[in-house]
């Protein structure tokens, strides 16, 4: 294949990957057509606006569309690269993989692929999903030649590079990173470290196959989960020993070798809480720790809402005469980790869910990076302030605006440690 350089890009799924990846490869002066089934989203970033919370977005995205580099369309059209940037959920209990998202954009370029294209799965996804992708796209396109039944003489790339990125440093991260490339041929992988080169400074590293490339995303999302259910599980044992878990850290901490993380309420998102689950589904009787620690992790929620109930009856011991109904909560944060808007998987949302459902007196609750409150919790009430003057509260995310503030009166269930050490005023 001749060396070119690339003209044009589109972009597959305009969230909170696809949208910076879009406006990355914008600003470098290439023309960039996103793609996203969502009409307000498409609408939005026409406008150079942009319908997700992330530092420096905006203004990227306001010059791309503003210099003419970038458009968001329902429909794909041709182009040179295709990134497919869509959610890769599981379902069920069993917690399997659901790649329908993938398989609905592999059909979607389909019909406008041409030889010298490179199709590239940034979602991530299961261990062989890079494969199943070029096996769609072939049974669509049986007049093209793939990299599974014509190697490096093919007349489509493919290749998997999954996001590494951190949400609210996206933009920097998108840059700096290293990237792990896994092309399914040599001059896949080749053609693809050309593509992030436009923009990337950080070493594009080149894995032998998809295969490797998928399960390293996978694997480093596993052992920060893993390594968080530590921290859940050494509160929970800490809580019943009458121990401070977040001096017990500080100090465990000080040993050379010993970096415990902080706990919380569990473990959210779009990354951490959904892939272990991929390798325990590819391999349930091998992977005894990664779901031991999703467990874990994932019953957290659940000691936290216990912890809520027991000061409710603690607070109506100390008061005769008044029920649930009389005791107000007060809930600080939904999203999944500190300063952004995103609440996709948060164990917060999920316990302010259940507490307002469950619970019959008055719910406040402090989240100041949403303008409005989820559907499922209209009941509640959406603070702009520190609302004092409740009975229990219940500290879920450690946002930047939270610290430094004054420990409330009353009851505190604290999942973070914001109030460690603090003073009633």
């Known amino acids: 294949m001749q060396d070119r350089t690339f003209r044009r890009i589109s972009v597959i799924g305009l969230g909170y990957i696809g949208l910076p990846t879009a406006a990355m490869f914008a600003s470098r002066k290439i023309e960039v ?31 791309a569309v503003k210099e003419g580099y970038l458009r968001a369309t329902m429909a794909v059209e041709p182009a040179e690269a295709f990134l497919i940037a869509v959610p890769t959920p599981f379902r069920g209990e069993k917690h399997e993989p659901d790649l329908s998202y993938v398989e609905a954009a592999s059909a979607a370029i389909a019909p406008v692929l041409a030889p010298g294209n490179l199709v590239i799965l940034e979602s991530t996804s299961p261990v062989g999903a890079t494969e199943a992708m070029a096996g769609w796209l072939a049974e669509a396109r049986p007049d093209l030649t793939f990299p599974q039944t014509h190697g490096d003489a093919s007349d489509i790339r493919i ?60 694997t480093e999302n596993s052992f920060r989960d893993v390594n968080i259910a530590f921290a859940n599980e050494l509160s929970i044992i800490c809580d019943k020993l009458d121990v401070d878990v977040w001096e017990l850290i500080r100090l465990a901490n000080r040993h050379p070798r010993v970096n415990i993380l902080q706990p919380g309420p569990g473990v959210g998102g779009h990354c951490i809480a959904v892939d272990p689950w991929f390798i325990v ?8 720790l990664i779901r031991t620690a999703r467990e874990v992790n994932d ?76 559907v499922s919790l209209q009941s509640a009430m959406l603070e702009d302030d520190w609302p004092n003057a409740a009975d229990v509260h219940v500290m879920l995310v450690d946002h930047s605006s939270f610290k430094g503030r004054s420990r409330p009166k009353g009851h505190l269930i604290d999942a973070r440690g914001i109030w460690a050490n603090l003073k009633c005023p």
């Open 33 to 63: 057509v996103g793609v996203d089934v969502n009409p307000r989203a498409v609408d939005t970033i026409n406008r150079g606006e942009i319908h997700i919370v992330e530092p420096d977005l905006d203004m990227v995205v306001h010059a």
């Open 159 to 218: 290749a998997h590079c999954p996001e590494r990125v951190l949400p609210g440093k996206v933009m920097q991260e998108l840059i700096s990173n290293d990237r792990v490339i896994g092309g399914m041929t040599r001059a896949c992988s080749e053609l693809a470290v050309r593509l992030y080169r436009t923009f990337v400074t950080g070493d594009c590293v080149v894995a032998s196959s998809p295969r490797v490339a998928e399960m390293c995303k996978l």
């Open 281 to 288: 589904s590819s391999a349930p009787d091998e992977a005894r």
């Open 299 to 374: 019953a957290k929620p659940v000691w936290v809402l216990s912890k809520v109930r027991e000061a409710i009856g603690t607070y109506l011991m100390e008061n005769p005469g008044k029920t649930a109904a009389d005791v107000s909560l007060a809930i600080y944060g939904l999203t999944f980790k500190p300063d952004i808007d995103d609440m996709r998987e948060s164990p917060a949302l999920a316990i302010a869910r259940r507490l307002v459902s469950d619970h019959p007196g008055p719910v406040l609750v402090v989240e100041p990076n949403i303008a409005s409150l989820p």
